[in-house]
T-cell receptor, first 113, second 117 residues
Framework: DQQVKQNSPSLSVQEGRISILNCDYTNSMFDYFLWYKKYPAEGPTFLISISSIKDKNEDGRFTVFLNKSAKHLSLHIVPSQPGDSAVYFCAARPGGSNYKLTFGKGTLLTVNP | KAGVTQTPRYLIKTRGQQVTLSCSPISGHRSVSWYQQTPGQGLQFLFEYFSETQRNKGNFPGRFSGRQFSNSRSEMNVSTLELGDSALYLC????????????????FGPGTRLTVL
């Protein structure tokens, strides 16, 4: 049973436009959500996160939105750059001292020059 | 600040052998988690250690084990290797306490690529 789902395996956008990556979850116990960027044969790089007590968090070109009632979060990248091309993983974990991250399958983002 | 380091970066073993992977967390981080990444299953949680104690565990067989030392460095061991254990093994470190107001971020190392022949 996939508790974190990224339904789009891939996304292609033009440089300078907005990239929107989506993630859905089913577990109501998730309290903290993270986005990671990953290149092949490398570890995931932390991008941005959001706690369940917030509905938006911004960091430069990256914004994450959380809709708890819909159990949905999204990552917006504006403007998109070719260097953003990578696989993006959505991850979630419960609150407290449980650090187990549950990951989605990832979305391959390609930003075309 | 130096990031999470993992050694070795690449490893080739044969079925039935055992392997030990090492992880050094970011300075000051006392929580260390291990993950397995495979093409079919994606990223899956193995276990998490804090203060030399296993705090959380994923759904992996007992062949997968780990430990943490007093300096927060961690090792994971896989015994009786199977072909299906071929994967990228990732370690993540974090501050040990997390609240909704101040959640602890988790940072990953580059991984160890294990190939079982």
């Amino acid at each position: 049973d996939q508790q974190v789902k990224q339904n789009s395996p891939s996304l292609s956008v033009q440089e300078g436009r907005i990239s929107i990556l989506n993630c859905d979850y089913t577990n109501s116990m998730f309290d903290y959500f993270l986005w990671y960027k990953k290149y092949p044969a490398e570890g995931p790089t932390f991008l941005i996160s959001i706690s369940s007590i917030k509905d938006k968090n911004e960091d430069g070109r990256f914004t994450v939105f959380l809709n708890k009632s819909a159990k949905h979060l999204s990552l917006h990248i504006v403007p998109s750059q070719p260097g953003d091309s990578a696989v993006y993983f959505c991850a979630a974990r419960p609150g407290g001292s449980n650090y187990k991250l549950t990951f989605g399958k990832g979305t391959l983002l390609t930003v075309n020059p | 600040k130096a990031g999470v380091t993992q050694t070795p970066r690449y490893l080739i073993k044969t079925r039935g052998q055992q392997v030990t992977l090492s992880c050094s967390p970011i300075s000051g981080h006392r929580s260390v988690s291990w993950y397995q990444q495979t093409p079919g299953q994606g990223l899956q949680f193995l276990f998490e250690y804090f203060s030399e104690t296993q705090r959380n565990k994923g759904n992996f067989p007992g062949r997968f084990s780990g430990r943490q030392f007093s300096n927060s460095r961690s090792e994971m061991n896989v015994s009786t290797l199977e072909l299906g254990d071929s994967a990228l093994y990732l370690c993540a470190s974090s501050l040990p306490r997390s609240t909704s107001a101040a959640p602890a971020e988790q940072f990953f190392g580059p991984g160890t690529r294990l190939t079982v022949l």
